[in-house]
């Protein structure tokens, strides 16, 4: 079967740069909601169908050797994908300038998948420290039972990555920009890195997403999203995804048809349902970090306020050159707060509410201290760089004012 959209992305990798950042496509929205479909779809409907089938049906034994022998591009068994999943996944690899993109039930379960098909026993992963806690926790507790070993370096420090490359390290892995530090990495040196000691480069962009940063047109071998926030974008559903080139991807592919880690066909309903409004999200999701980040920088009880958008933020100037905007997640510290003070801050806002998760159209707010280091020590606190007075926003799509307003109240309180 031949999708006449589904090409519609290949081009997107050289098209004329925007705001000088390379890669970004102007025709963004229109592949959102169109790349990856068929244009006449069954039942002539607009839509896809959802497809609740575990298995798909051949019509003689004939056909089933055709399927074997050739290779034919069809279902075979609801573990191995279905048709909406590959709907998505053209989509995706459309929107991030891959070749090919692989669909997972969540985003740690891209990572689990990437990282299982991709390293071997006495092999070695080299990580920038500022990462999701659970990608760190999945190397050292349990990649390490495999025997692949883990060298965790600063984030953003090249030299020291460079440094801990020896004839076993397989990939290199980063995210960009880091949770909660909002750390960017310059995408040139790190692809620049895996190229000149022939090791694969990993890029977790969860956080920038395809709309914001393009890390495949810098020579990044993999892409990973936590589809869970800014793709899916409504709170509703988790997936995740891993984008490169396709034949770098087969054997990833082949691992998550045993380990099954695809999604049912409604939820990748809702996902293709979510991004066909992405870039009209990211766009507000853009509008409101920025202006939420420069109202608590100029607020009087605010300490400091980690959001790339800000000239004050460290990695300010490689988060303009290779980002088209800074996406919603503000990170901040409450000046001279305590843990309770800031709690308090955190129970005062009326409009965001207090969860997990981030990427989403309504506003959450967490304290790191409390939702995911509670069970640390001090020690180890200090050591992943999280303050008792550290607040962690994700701005949904709310009107600006209104999102400003309420943390001037909670601030007041
Ligand atoms: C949420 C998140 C993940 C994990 O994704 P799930 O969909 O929750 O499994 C991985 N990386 C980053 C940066 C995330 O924010």
């Not at 998505?88 to 997972?104: F, H, I, N, P, T």
């Not at 990495?185 to 022939?198: C, M, N, P, S, W």
């Not at 600006?400 to 601030?411: E, H, R, V």
Request: proline share 5%; net charge negative.
């Amino acid at each position: 079967m031949s999708h006449p959209s589904a090409n519609a992305g290949s081009s997107s990798q050289d098209d004329t740069p925007r705001d000088g950042n390379p890669g970004f496509a102007d025709d963004f929205s229109t592949l959102s909601v169109h790349a990856g479909e068929a244009r006449q779809k069954p039942g002539d409907s607009i839509t896809d169908p959802i497809f609740c089938a575990s298995t798909y049906t051949f019509v003689n034994t004939q056909s089933v050797i055709d399927y074997i022998e050739q290779n034919q591009a069809r279902e075979e068994y609801g573990r191995y994908g279905n048709p909406g999943e590959r709907v998505v996944e053209r989509k995706l690899a459309s929107l991030e300038g891959a070749e090919d993109a692989v669909l997972y039930s969540s985003g740690m379960a891209a990572m689990v998948g990437l990282l299982m098909s991709k390293l071997n026993a006495c092999d070695e992963v080299i990580f920038f420290d500022e990462c999701y806690h659970r990608s760190r926790e999945f190397c050292t507790k349990h990649l390490s039972r495999f025997g692949v070993v883990t060298r965790q370096v600063r984030a953003c420090d090249y030299e020291a990555m460079e440094a801990a490359i020896n004839p076993h390290t397989k990939l290199l892995i980063s995210e960009s920009p880091t949770n909660p530090h909002m750390s960017c990495v310059d995408l040139e040196r790190f692809a620049q890195i895996g190229r000149e000691y022939k090791v694969e480069t990993l890029l977790d962009a969860t956080l920038a997403t395809p709309y914001n940063m393009r890390p495949i047109t810098y020579g990044v071998d993999y892409v990973l999203h936590s589809a869970t926030k800014y793709l899916g974008g409504h709170n509703d559903l988790l997936a995740g995804c891993v984008c490169g080139a396709k034949d770098k991807l087969e054997p990833v592919r082949k691992l998550r048809g045993i380990m099954g880690s695809i999604n049912g066909p409604q939820n990748v309903y809702l996902l293709a349902r979510g991004l066909k409004t992405f870039e009209l999200r990211m766009q507000r999701h853009n509008e409101n970090g920025q202006r939420v980040a420069e109202f608590l920088e100029s607020h009087p009880r605010i300490e400091r306020v980690l959001y790339p958008g800000l000239p004050s933020h460290p990695y300010h100037e490689i988060a303009r050159e290779t980002m088209r905007g800074f996406g919603g997640l503000i990170t901040f510290l409450v000046k001279d707060a305590d843990w309770r003070e800031t709690a308090s801050i955190v129970d005062a806002v009326k409009i965001p509410r207090i969860a997990p998760s981030l990427g989403g159209v309504e506003s959450l707010i967490e304290q790191p201290l409390v939702m995911s280091y509670y069970q640390c020590t001090p020690e180890e606190r200090r050591e992943y760089g999280i303050p008792d007075n550290m607040i962690r926003l994700s701005c949904g799509i709310e009107n600006t004012g209104d999102l400003i307003a309420d943390l001037a109240q909670a601030l007041k309180a």
